[in-house]
């Protein structure tokens, strides 16, 4: 038998929680403010973008990383790169968000202002796609702090862009659950669905259970984090019951101390329980992780084996919005890999 490093980047999996932004690593930050600040950073001064100790610092970091993607070039570079370091993982499939509202701030709130930036992203990820033999669809994602009028803007955004480019499947909610929930954006969320997209939102992963339930309560489809259902055994069993898949980010919660370390993840409770769990990486440039690495740890951290693994890559399968049919051909080959 091979080693499970190898087994791992074998088994076709799919991302399913990933930030554009947070695939960009120190390099290209310093890459990027070459082409834009007048003082390009040194690789310490983009690598301390990367220090944090708590969720606060972590935004910062993300927003000081963001803040130099600027012209559409810029996007497609960071796009080419993150489809490299995921093909190179063994992921078959990836559903990425893409922080829209930066865009805006960048373009003065113009009109069309995320027009350009998009085509040059999706040339960038049909060149890739058809170079790396992976599949990746874009999720439209608004910060929920933010004004929510901005939100209403991201996902008309998805609903208008969505007509001339299908790989913009979902819109999706991030940013500082601590100051908003979900409430104010019920209305917002129909009238996406209205428009053939797909919902999903972070919650509980710096609140309690109660902002889960919220947010199934406005219509999402896919969990972020989902950290904090493990206090609340009656949302255990409607998570289960409706099958509502999670996107967890073990990693990334340790990173931001949420949790104190792999082992105490409630990764292996949620499997046990038949949940319909998958792992992903979050922002993986911020976290030091990937996505293998996330496969690696639940198997030496939670004892995960060989077939849970494959269970996992199959639930990361079933939880995505690739179409039915490619969704059974990724089953099957998941379960013949060896
Ligand atoms: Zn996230």
Known sequence: MDSIESFIRRLPKAELHLHLEGTIRPETVVELSRRHDKEPLTLEQAQAFYNFTDFTGFIMGFRSVTERLVTP????????????????????????????????????????????????????????????????????????????????????????????YPSIVAIGLGGDERRTGSEPFRAMFADAASHGLKLTNHAGETTGPEAIREALSIGTERIGHALSAIRDFHLLSELKERQIPLELNPTSNIRTGQCA?????????????????TLNSDDPAFFGSDLASEYLLAHQQQGFTRDELRTLASNSIKASFLPEAEQKHWLERIRSSM
């Open 73 to 164: 070039e810029d996007y497609a570079l960071v796009a080419t790169r993150m489809m490299e370091q995921l093909a190179a993982q063994g992921v078959v499939h990836a559903e990425v968000y893409i922080s829209v509202g930066v865009i805006y701030l960048w373009r003065n709130h113009a009109e069309g202002a995320v027009d350009p930036i998009f085509a040059a992203l999706d040339k960038a990820r049909e060149e890739a796609s058809a170079r790396l033999g992976l599949s990746l669809y874009w999720i439209f994602d608004a910060v929920r702090h933010f004004p929510p009028e901005q939100a209403e803007r991201v996902f008309a955004d998805a609903a208008r862009l969505r007509k001339k």
């Open 261 to 277: 370390n792999f082992a105490a993840h409630p990764l292996r409770q949620y499997f046990d329980a038949g949940l319909l769990v």
